[in-house]
Each structure stands twice: as C-alpha cells, then as structure tokens.
C-alpha cells in the first residue's frame, strides 16, 4: 500500500506538514498536476505561472536529494484530473495520497471527485487557523474584520510556533528534468526561487524592516513591504511559517497588537479572514456581492475608460503609475491597490468584476481570496467593506504617499521633469509650460457626486 503526495498552490518542502507527515508514512512519490487550461480559465496571470513552473522544476531537484522522485503530470484541466491521477496511481500502486486542501469552489469540486477514485488525506496547511475555528459566540462567521482578529488572537496569543521537524537527509545527487510540456518563459525572473534566497529575504524582512513596516508600508518609492507575496500565493512559504520566524525575534508579538511589530502580522490575520470567507460563503468564488443590497448599483459600461484605467491613460499621475508598475512588473503596491480600485468603482463607476479579473490575469501574487476581498472592500459591495461614501482622492492620496514625485516619475517619464508640487495633478502646468499627458477621464468631484448617487441606491 503506497502513498505519495500531491503538490497544489503549497510548494514547499520545510514547514509543509501534510508533506512531512506522507514521508514519515513512507512516502517517495510526489506528483504535480499541471492544469494550464483550467488556469487559464481562471485568469491566472503569466508571470505567476512562469514562476510556479520555476519553482516546481527547483522543488523537484530539492526533492531528488532526499529520494523523492517528482512526477509532472500534464492534466489540462480539473475535469481531467480524476481520470489522470487514477491512472497515475494504478500504474505506480499508490493507495493513498496525502495534500493540503485549497478553499475555493472549482478545487473542492475536483477533490470530492477525486476522493471517490482514491483515499485522500487532506490538512489545512494555507493557513493558521483551520477555517470554521474562528466563530462568533453563536457559531457563525464573522462579518467584520476587527472581532474576527479578537477571536483569533485569543486562539493563537499564548502559541509560539515552530518548524515540524524534516525526518530525511540529504542523501542523494540532484537530479530531476522536467518534462518537454513545462516550459519555462523567466518572465519571473527577478523572482528568485531557490530556499536559500527566499530565506535571506524572509530574515532581512524580519530582522531591518519589520518594526518600520508600520511606518513605511505605504509609501511606493520606499521599499517598506515585505516582498513576499508571490511566495505566500503559491505556498512557497506558508504564514504559519513566517509568523514562527517573527516570534523568535518577537516572542511575544501576539501579546502585543500595539506594538510596531504586529502591523505586518495584522496582514497575515486579514489574509486569513478572507480565505475563512471564501469556506464560509462560497458565493465570492463567483463573482457575486457579499453584500447583496449593491446588487442594484448600475456600473458603468465604458470599455474606452476600462481600457484607459489598464494602460495607466486615466490622467491622474498616482493611478496611471501603478497601473503601469503592474503591467510592465507584475506586482504593484498595496496602497496603490486601493487607490486603482478606488478610482474604478467609484470615479469610473466600472464594476469590481472587471479589475478584479485584471488584476488575477497580471499579478505575480494573484489570490483569489484576497484579490477578491481586497475588490470588494474598495467596491464597498463586500464583507467589512469601506462605507459607499469613502471614496479616495488620487490627488490627496498622491500628495501624501508619493509627495516628492518619485514614484510617479519612474513610471509616468513624460512627468518627470514636473515640479513635485504640480506633479500630482500636472495639467494647468503643463497648459501653462508645455508638455504631454493624457487629460483626466473625469473630474474628482463631479465623479464622486455620481458615485455617491448611483450607491444611494
């Protein structure tokens, strides 16, 4: 009776229990199943595949030194997968496979039919706390974010977490090749996928930045962030891990949310709110309002100002260079997030579904529990969302977060020679001075007037 284990969005080979716990069982098969089709129907962006099939090919030479052999497996969609993995199985005589479990709609659909061909042992290995652990005193999901983070600390403040310990040595040449289907673009390449780098950026994160985190995070020109959520998208590193490494230079981080250093922990507890979200209402796997009372807004169908929103054409400095740090990066900043979402569901009145499905088909970290709680929330259409009437000024939110410019500058280049104080909204400027840049889509107040009216509803 052999087992092997299957690897999802969870590539890694430290500090993956469910892993750990199929080699203590005899494990020394492992299989990925490659899906580009279903993928591709999700939107996942092409960076992020290039750097999960980078990371595959390095986890698979990691393997190899232990004696675990790696088998890629072109499966082209979920409703192949059951067939190809009973295939798989008969051929090699596994029995039993061992995974962490993925929350959304698509992924539960093929592992309850794949549970009827083979015995699947599943763990909870995507978060911290198990989904359906962290509930109100009536049993119920919470709908806010600040009493579900209560419910967790009291859970998880008295626990200091630790690494479960790898039982094998390396005892092995590496060797692994991969099979002629998975190629590889290096569109990710300034993503570096070996352990040893990702650690060196872990422990830098931790030990020069963390405690500066709250006071930098915002700022675009400043690298204050932690760099690490390409890595926590594709299970590369778990949170359970990182709040373990946090604790050994902050033991009692849990204890103390007002301290500096819990704000970037505070983020790892959101990541976990939305992902309990996603299990306790399925509904957000498919593009439908949290809150069903915004079902009546009437978005906007203009395909020439969504179009302008993706090239970073709208106008107004701050949105335009975020938007196109992510077309030409693949990532884009946290604080820029809100403002781009901002601007399109409220100053372009463009439904949420649309950016959020831009968003998926260009990000490094693209997450669909995330990327869809971070939509809504902006919206004000989802759970714990910022009120209809809080709709973000580009201009202010520039002048606070990018005062000097420099961010705008090293993406927006026809503004660089703007002075800093014009730079925010450069066009009497430029009238006045000279110059070319693309006029304003809309005008803030009078785009905001209609936000507030067409939410009103």
């Known amino acids: 009776m052999k087992k092997a284990f299957w690897f999802r969005r969870d590539l890694r080979v430290y500090g993956n229990e469910a892993l750990i716990a199929a080699v203590e069982q005899g494990a020394r098969d492992a299989l990925f199943l490659y899906c580009e089709q279903q993928w591709q129907q999700h939107g996942v962006a092409e960076i992020q595949l290039d750097l999960l099939k980078r990371r595959v090919l390095e986890l698979g030479g990691m393997l190899s030194e232990f004696g675990i052999r790696l088998h890629i497996i072109d499966a082209k969609d979920f409703e192949q997968v059951p067939d190809t993995l009973s295939k798989f199985c008969d051929s090699h005589n596994i029995t039993s496979l061992y995974a962490n479990k993925e929350y959304e709609v698509n992924e539960l659909k093929r592992d309850a039919a794949c549970s009827e061909r083979i015995q699947l042992t599943l763990f909870d290995g995507d978060v911290i706390a198990k989904p359906g652990t962290v509930l109100t005193g009536s049993g119920d999901m919470f709908k806010v974010f600040t009493p579900f983070k209560k ?35 290096e569109s990710s390449h300034k993503w570096p996928v070996d352990d040893e780098a990702i650690v060196a950026i872990v422990n830098r994160f931790i030990s020069d930045k963390l405690v500066e985190y709250q006071e930098y995070r915002d700022f675009p020109a400043i690298k204050g962030t932690s760099g690490l959520s390409p890595y926590l998208a594709l299970g590369i590193v778990s949170a359970k891990q990182l709040l373990a490494q946090v604790q050994l230079h902050f033991p009692e981080v849990l204890e103390n949310p007002s301290k500096a250093e819990f704000c970037w922990v505070n983020e790892i507890i959101w990541r976990e709110f939305y992902r309990h979200l996603i299990v306790a209402y399925p509904k957000l796997c498919m593009g439908v309002n949290f809150n069903e009372k915004y079902d009546a807004v009437a978005w906007r169908e203009d395909d020439s100002q969504f179009k302008a929103w993706c090239q970073g054409k709208t106008g107004y400095p701050i949105v335009d260079a975020a938007m196109r740090q992510l077309n030409k990066t693949g990532w884009m900043h946290n604080r820029l997030r809100m403002i781009v979402a901002s601007f399109l569901t409220k100053h372009l009145l463009i439904d949420w579904r649309k950016g959020e499905r831009f968003f998926m088909e260009k990000l490094i970290d693209g997450d669909l529990a995330s990327n869809n709680g971070g939509w809504q929330w902006a919206a004000s259409t989802g759970c714990d969302a910022q009120p209809y009437f809080r709709v973000f000024n580009p201009i202010t939110q520039s002048e606070k977060f990018d005062p000097d410019g420099t961010f705008i500058r090293t993406y927006v280049p026809e503004l660089k020679d703007v002075p800093a104080k014009h730079i925010h909204f450069p066009h009497d400027y430029l009238a006045a001075f000279g110059g070319e840049y693309v006029a304003p889509l809309v005008e803030h107040k009078a785009a905001r007037a209609r936000a507030l009216d067409a939410f009103k509803v």
């Open 151 to 185: 419910a967790w600390l009291k859970q998880h403040s008295q626990q200091h977490f630790s690494f479960v310990q790898w039982p094998l040595d390396k005892q092995h040449p590496r060797q692994f090749t991969a099979p002629d289907f998975f190629s590889i673009s």
